[in-house]
């Protein structure tokens, strides 16, 4: 058996690609996993966060993510788990008088999912 845990914190600006506008953000992570022969356990989370959540171009976001593994052969593993994600987004407005302001509007989603891979193993001729 062996496990981790990983934690990352920053402190970062992030552009917006669209509009050009920075917006400095506080975000962090989480990953664990643990693994004991062809069975893995991992899970994730991460979460961002605009300083000023009156900008533009602010952002509130959470994801997370459970996932087993269990992997048959060196080519062949199947997995099965789920993920979720959650955002509050900003966008500027301008209204029919010519007035700006922002408004926000949010975004979640779920979702399960069972995966089989399917590897290619080397060939010796």
């Known amino acids: 058996s062996r496990g981790s845990i990983e934690l990352d914190l920053r402190l ?5 690609q669209l509009t ?5 953000r506080v975000q962090g992570a989480v990953l664990g996993s643990w693994s004991r022969r062809k069975l893995s356990l ?3 989370a991460t979460a ?3 300083l000023d959540q009156t900008s533009p171009a602010a952002a509130k976001l959470v994801t997370a993510e459970v996932d087993a593994s269990y992997a048959q ?5 199947f997995d099965v788990g789920a993920r979720v994600l959650a955002q509050d987004q900003n966008f500027a407005t301008t209204s029919a008088a010519g007035q700006t302001g922002v408004t926000q509007t949010s ?4 979702v ?3 995966a089989v891979t399917i590897r290619a193993v080397k060939a010796h001729f």
């Open 12 to 16: 970062v600006p992030v552009v917006n």
């Open 20 to 24: 050009g506008l920075v917006d400095q």
């Open 42 to 44: 991992r899970a994730t």
């Open 48 to 50: 961002a966060d605009s």
């Open 73 to 77: 052969s060196e080519a062949l593993s």
């Open 107 to 110: 975004f979640n989603q779920g």
């Open 112 to 114: 399960v999912f069972i």
